[in-house]
């Protein structure tokens, strides 16, 4: 069953409706994820889907994660020229919402983008944690053509820019394709569903020249999949190397937030353990201000 059709997502999409945020001109897509009993969220995880990817697919984890009293944003990548206007639209994102404390949940670009923010505004950020993530994006730069055309290209020939990253059936071992057929069907889908301007952003995005040269001393862990590769290995093992202290643990599927949440939950939990998320802490100050009054 293809997941969009599922039981499970239709639910998270009912209760958690697509909701905007604007400033400066540009809006916000996001889904606000917060367990229903709690009043005060002063701290949360921020999801950063990758450029072929929406926030949604996250869904599974924002889930679990809410049954366990975390409070979770669930961003769409927004319609912004570079990596500056995106920090400068995220950033005010979360002081509108008041959060004191966040901690950056990324897959791909998205792991990009949250490595970036955090090296940009880290008196914010609490943790990362990477999926499949990379702090360098000369490789795209050097290996897309057209990067100066993309305004002149249409839709279809942009969405095959996505779309060729994809795996088939010859790509991976067919007890993992199987797997992971259902992701790779969302994926696809969601490419199709996302307009010209969209598209020419996420490409802009993750062509734009630039490294994250550093980050605040901060949780850092996270997942890549060494089934398929969405993100160059050598990248990969570039971050590995770069926070060898830290926990970058191999999963055996693909666009493992989609195909095997729950092994993500296996490393995320703990991340935001050592990161001394609380999840009961706003629940109790909640409580204690209720009884004040």
Known sequence: MNIVDSQQYRAFMQSYPLLSFSSASKTLYYHQVHPKNSKTNSEALIFIPGAASKASSFYALAQSLVGLSYNSYLLEIPSVEDHTSFVALVSEFINRQRLRKVHLVGASLGAFLGFYLASQRPYK??????????????????NRPFMGFYGMLPASVLRNFFL???????????????????????????????????LICRLKLATQDNVVSTVPEVPIAGVYSCAFQSVPMFLQRELVKRFSD?????????????????DVLLYLIPHLRRADYDPNRDLRLSGSTESEE
């Open 164 to 198: 060729e990253c994809l795996p088939d059936e010859t790509q991976l071992k067919p007890e993992v394709y199987k797997e992971v057929l259902g992701g790779i069907d969302f994926l696809a889908e969601s490419i199709r569903e996302l307009e010209r301007k969209d």
């Open 246 to 262: 830290n926990y970058i643990t191999p999963l055996q599927y693909p666009f493992p937030y989609l195909s095997s949440p729950n």
């Open 125 to 142: 950020i609490a943790s990362i944690f990477s999926i499949n993530g990379f702090l360098d994006t000369h490789h795209y730069y050097n």
